[in-house]
């Protein structure tokens, strides 16, 4: 299993500010993802983080708007950058890979709560 | 691209009452689902997963590759069953919309 941190917990921003939410695991994982997650809504993958190369980005996100990092196996970060009040949401980070296995589960850390005003 | 879909995102049903949380899935190569809860102020976690082909907390989702569904049921809801669902793949790491299943006592 894989034991997730995430920093802040929660947020209040203002309009046109950035937030960096940071990631940490406590093992080496292969796979580091981000997601956002309406509240009693859909769970939307932003992106795949790479360790050591730019993220993969899905559709409807860009890498200005959500610069991610990956410097090791264990550490990522997403910015949410200019931010407006549509971008209030719950962001996860998520991570597979412990063990190497194909059926491998994910698991999710606890949630960045942001509020943009 | 494999995509799922949820298509109940509120689903309510009296304790003691079969449940059925529906997700359908489009892939074309060999699919690998699961199933993920969220409780009130809790992490998601992993509820099951197709490959499998076990029961937990009651729960069993079977795959049905000529409906492509995998479908989540569960004979006698129990009030403590009440939390968010997602139907999530393995290949791409989607997830569907979610269902928010409500247990009336």
């Known amino acids: 299993s894989a034991v997730i941190s995430q920093k802040p917990s929660r947020d209040i921003c203002q309009r046109g500010t950035s937030l960096t939410i940071q990631c940490q695991v406590d093992?080496?994982?292969?796979?580091m993802f981000w997601y956002r997650q309406q509240p009693g809504q859909s769970l939307t993958l932003i992106a795949t983080?790479?360790?050591?190369?730019?993220?993969?980005?899905e559709s409807g996100f860009v890498i200005d708007k959500f610069p991610i990092s990956r410097p090791n196996l264990t550490f990522s970060t997403l910015t949410v950058s200019n931010m407006s009040p549509e971008d209030s949401s719950i962001y996860l980070c998520?991570?597979?890979?412990?063990?190497?296995?194909?059926?491998?589960?994910?698991?999710f850390g606890p949630g960045t709560r942001l509020l943009v005003l | 691209a494999q995509r799922v879909t949820q298509p109940e995102k509120l689903l309510s049903v009296f304790k003691g009452a079969p449940v059925e949380l529906k997700c359908n899935y489009s892939?074309?190569?060999?699919?690998?689902l699961f199933w993920y809860v969220q409780y009130s102020r809790q992490r998601l976690q992993l509820l099951l997963r197709?490959?499998s082909r076990e029961s937990i907390k009651g729960f069993t989702a079977d795959l049905n590759k000529g409906e492509t569904s995998f479908h989540l049921k569960k004979p006698f809801a129990q009030e403590e069953d009440s939390a968010m669902y997602y139907c999530?793949?393995?290949?791409?790491?989607?997830f569907g919309t979610g269902t928010s299943l409500t247990v009336i006592p």
């Open positions: 892939y074309s190569g060999s699919p690998e």
């Open positions: 998520s991570v597979v890979g412990t063990s190497g296995l194909r059926w491998e589960t994910q698991y």
């Open positions: 197709h490959i």
């Open positions: 983080a790479n360790q050591g190369s730019e993220a993969t980005y």
């Open positions: 093992s080496q994982v292969t796979m």
């Open positions: 999530g793949t393995g290949n791409q790491f989607y």
